[in-house]
């Protein structure tokens, strides 16, 4: 009875461990990750245990055609085919021969096995191997809008396994400057006004002649945000710097006791205070890149000036409305989102003002959920909301472009 028990303890321990080991079982498949069209290649498979006894192999994309083992050869068109130790004498790597089929995509090779352990335990496992078959599906082109700031346009794609080459074109035709990331980033010259338009490109396999794939992007531009940057006030007889939009065409109108350092007729100004306190309008017109006339007027001050305060039918009016507005995400970049509940109404429009006071944003829409704040720079904004009910709140809120 005691030597019964040992023995089964014992076949016990031994089942245990045996699994333990199936969990190790590892697959290899060896052979190329990319092929041609009707292009041949051989595939085989390795696990890294000695008692495997069954393999089979799954073609996705391509048939079989040939193998390394003993037996019938596979017939015309075959997809799967399994090798056991009672039909084939398995080599120590079975191996198959694939012929891919006519057209660009990807295929697959699947391998399942079967091993066991004294003719105790059996263990399936299985790994694939993607296969790319003349060049890879080329994926979408971004972005898909962009405002008209910029004195060049940048598209970006993913890198397209099996490219070689890959061509970009536009169809307002604007020059291609050059590309970067081997092909994968393009930068456009848009020497036209166009606001939208179409860009394309197009993956080349220089293995596989005539293998190719396209991906095109229908894109949007929208005029530049109205803005001047630059400080709210600087100290008396001091230098300051005010800086707007991509564009040309500048024409800067400055206070008359205010003197002009540098920068006439650019986007950017270098202007000198007076010696005395005081408070002045500066302007800018120009043509931004989309051929957009642009305009803008901000405050500056000589000498130390009280900071910005919302305008009185701006100044908070209910505290309920300030904690249920949720704005996201903190900080923010290229959109500011905002919600109410049901319970305050929803939003009709919403303005927004730099520190110093000047009004960069402005939105008026039903139900309105964002603004875009991708051209602005980084720092903090006052966010105005006002509710369809005609009651307003202010939340600050933090750029970082």
């Not at 083992?69 to 398995?90: H, N, R, V």
């Not at 710097?241 to 040309?248: I, K």
């Not at 303005?351 to 960069?360: A, D, E, R």
């Amino acid at each position: 009875m005691k030597n019964k028990f040992y023995f089964l303890l014992a076949l016990l321990l031994c089942c245990l461990a045996t699994q333990a080991r199936a969990d190790l079982v590892g697959i290899e498949i060896s052979g190329n990750s990319t092929g041609c069209p009707n292009e041949t290649g051989w595939y085989s498979a390795y696990t890294n245990i000695n008692t495997t006894w069954e393999y089979t192999f799954e073609v996705t994309g391509g048939t079989i055609i040939g193998h390394n083992q003993l037996g019938a050869k596979p017939a015309p068109g075959t997809t799967s085919i399994t090798f056991t130790d009672m039909e084939y004498f398995i080599h120590a790597y079975p191996a198959i021969e694939v012929k891919w089929n006519n057209g660009s995509g990807t295929g697959k090779i699947k391998v399942s096995t079967r091993s066991s352990w004294w003719g105790i335990w059996n263990s399936r496992n299985d790994a694939e191997k993607q296969v790319v078959i003349g060049t890879a599906q080329v994926g979408p082109i971004y972005p898909d809008y962009m405002d008209c700031s910029a004195g060049l346009v940048t598209f970006r794609i993913a890198s397209v396994q099996g490219a070689t080459r890959y061509d970009w074109s536009c169809s307002e035709g604007w020059p291609l400057t050059y590309l970067e990331a081997g092909g994968c980033v393009a930068r456009f010259v848009p020497n036209t006004n166009a606001t939208t338009g179409t860009v394309t490109v197009t993956a080349y396999n220089g293995n596989c002649p005539l293998t190719s794939t396209t991906s095109t992007v229908t894109f949007y531009r929208e005029p530049t945000i109205a803005q001047i940057a630059g400080p709210y006030a600087i100290p008396l007889n001091s230098v300051g710097a005010w800086e707007t939009g991509g564009g040309s065409n500048y024409n800067w109108t400055i206070p008359s006791d205010w003197q002009i350092v540098g920068g006439l007729g650019t986007n950017r100004i270098q202007l000198q205070a007076p010696s005395y306190t005081n408070s002045r309008l500066l302007s800018v017109s120009y043509i931004d890149a989309c051929g957009q006339p642009i305009s803008m007027t901000i405050t500056i001050n000589a000498g130390d000036q009280e900071p910005y305060r919302p305008a009185k039918e701006e100044e908070e009016t209910s505290s309920t409305l300030t904690q249920n507005l949720e704005v996201y995400p903190v900080p923010a970049t290229d959109v500011i989102n905002f919600s109410l509940p049901a319970s305050e109404g929803t939003v009709a429009s919403a303005k927004l003002y730099t520190m110093q006071g000047q009004l960069v944003v402005e939105y008026k829409k039903e139900s309105l959920t964002s603004i875009a704040t991708k051209n602005l720079p980084r720092g903090a904004y006052f966010l105005v909301v006002t509710n369809n009910k005609g009651t307003s709140t202010k939340k600050k809120v933090l750029l970082t472009n």
